[in-house]
């Protein structure tokens, strides 16, 4: 195994923070383009903003919508069309690859995301598209004040929702 200098290691995190491209821990790579963050390396893009948010002056305003896996689908039909379309539910691995550990987590407290790519993001859980294989009765979600993955709840209960779509190359 080669070694690598720090100092080669530190430039380059200096250098994709900069260029508008976070490169975590876990090698997930994110490019924030506006409302969209795109990960090359599992071909996604996400909306920086949960449901019932809005992109304005570079952070998400207003507050996060609580809904039942019925009506994320719902919205998921209505916005269909925008902004290139496809938009959907995430897996529940999809959902786990933004999860990024906040270490010494201040009292106030902030998610289990990177805040800089997506701000303002509700710390509690956010659907997935995935049912429980354990019993049907059961969605899978991921917290992101854990950062832990769960299927604990009926989907009819109310969690936040945050959309993905694979990303193509234009």
Known sequence: MQ???NWITNSAIVICMFSGTVFAADGLRLQRDGP?????LNKLEWMRCSVGQHWESDTCMGEVLMMSVAEANEVVQRVSGLDGGEWRLPTVKELQTIVSKV????DDF??????ETFPNTFAGPYWSSDQSFYSKQYQWSVNFFTGQRYNRFFPYQKLAVRLVREYKIK
């Open 3 to 5: 070694y690598i200098p």
């Open 110 to 115: 902030e998610a289990n995301i990177d805040l």
């Open 36 to 40: 969209v963050a795109r990960d090359y």
């Open 103 to 106: 270490e010494n987590r201040p």
